[in-house]
Antibody
């Protein structure tokens, strides 16, 4: 069965960096685009970024562009979200989600359980 | 302010039919397919409807989706207590080059 397991969350001061990971299993990882979606406490879902199956195409939400970098290591079935210059408004549960295609559009057919990032001094 | 517009709340009694609307624009809903996600309290979101009208295996046929122009709707027939959750619509936006979500609708079963 498909499993997505995020890690790397925690408490970090404003302006500092954090790297999230997501390990995937149960499907052919390098056949699918992958996404990050976040949810601030008590708020709705916000899409963060997508990477295509081979890492050649990446798109980011305006709110994180230039600060976050999404990468994937297909040899390790792992995604990485490098988050720099963190702000209080980046506080959220971060979910990795599997896309339904090789590309960057489509829907999220599986989600991880999420990892909480808290940006606070 | 979300790009897609949903009512913040909806409610119904067991057995009733409830619909949740999702309004967008030409660059998202009109140009791309709409997907719906259900988030039960304290859990990760789950795919409920994809490609406007399709149900993943395991999703009861009480749930259905539709799309027309720049709007989409989720309908739940025969409402049950376990349907109490937050519901989100989403679509790719060609202008933003990203996925956009609705603000979410909290469904209460009275």
């Amino acid at each position: 069965q498909v499993q997505l397991v995020e890690s790397g969350g925690g408490v970090v001061q404003p302006g500092r960096s954090l790297r999230l990971s997501c390990v995937a299993s149960g499907f052919t990882f390098n056949d699918y685009g992958m996404h990050w979606v976040r949810q601030a406490p008590g708020k709705g879902l916000e899409w963060v970024a997508v990477v295509s199956y081979d890492g050649s195409h990446k798109f980011y939400a305006d709110s994180v562009k230039g600060r976050f970098t999404f990468s994937r290591d297909n040899s390790k079935n792992t995604l990485y979200l490098q988050m720099n210059s963190l702000r209080a408004e980046d506080t959220a549960v971060y979910y990795c989600a599997k896309g339904d295609t090789t590309g960057y559009q489509g829907y999220f057919d599986y989600w991880g359980q999420g990892t909480l990032v808290t940006v606070s001094s | 302010q979300s790009v897609l517009t949903q009512p913040p709340s909806a409610s119904g009694t067991p057995g009733q039919r409830v619909t949740i609307s999702c309004s967008g624009r030409s660059s998202n809903i009109a140009s791309n397919t709409v997907n719906w996600y259900q988030q039960l309290p304290g859990t990760a979101p789950k795919l409920l409807i994809y490609s406007n009208t399709q149900r993943p295996s395991g999703v009861p046929d009480r749930f259905s989706g539709s799309k027309s122009g720049t709007s989409a709707s989720l309908a739940i027939n025969g409402l049950q207590s376990e349907d109490e959750a937050d519901y989100y619509c989403a679509a790719w936006d060609d202008s933003l080059s990203g996925v956009v979500f609705g603000g979410g609708t909290k469904l209460t079963v009275l």
